[in-house]
């Protein structure tokens, strides 16, 4: 019943959509491969903008609740199903990771924070990071 965190949005988007985000993520590692340092600090702090799935379900679920709440209380108390359907969407995509617009955000190109952590640590790699996480040196 309960979706591991991680990797809840991939299990429950199509699998030719997570192949796209895959090729994407080659795409991208082989584009900064003979990159210098400062294109990669400038990707890397592209990503540290970049939406991931869950910030836009929490901007939205809570958007969708208040319109909800504003329309139940202004126009006519059926509006406030609105926000009982937004809060139980929340709460099952909380639990299993499924949420109501998964599929179209994902064609939108809205990747999990899953992907855009692969991409950060690649081009961390790229850039020589990786000697920095060594405790010890290996020569």
């Not at 590692?29 to 836009?56: C, H, M, P, T, V």
């Not at 899953?114 to 790699?125: G, H, K, S, T």
Request: aromatic share 10%.
């Amino acid at each position: 019943m309960f979706s591991a965190t991680t990797r809840r949005v991939e299990q429950n988007t199509s699998a030719a959509l997570n192949r796209r985000f895959e090729a994407q993520l080659k795409e991208t590692i082989s584009r900064y491969e003979g990159a210098d340092r400062n294109a990669i600090d400038q990707r890397l702090r592209e990503l540290d903008k970049e939406w991931n799935i869950e910030r836009f379900i929490e901007t939205e679920a809570p958007m969708t609740i208040a319109l909800g709440i504003a329309l139940g209380a202004l126009n006519d108390r059926k509006w406030f199903v609105v926000s009982a359907f937004a809060a139980g969407m929340v709460l099952l995509h909380n639990i299993q990771g499924w949420y109501p617009l998964l599929p179209i955000l994902r064609r939108m190109g809205f990747r999990s924070q899953y992907e855009i952590e692969q991409e950060r640590n690649a081009l961390r790699v790229l850039r020589g990071d990786h000697k920095a996480y060594l405790p010890y040196s290996i020569h």
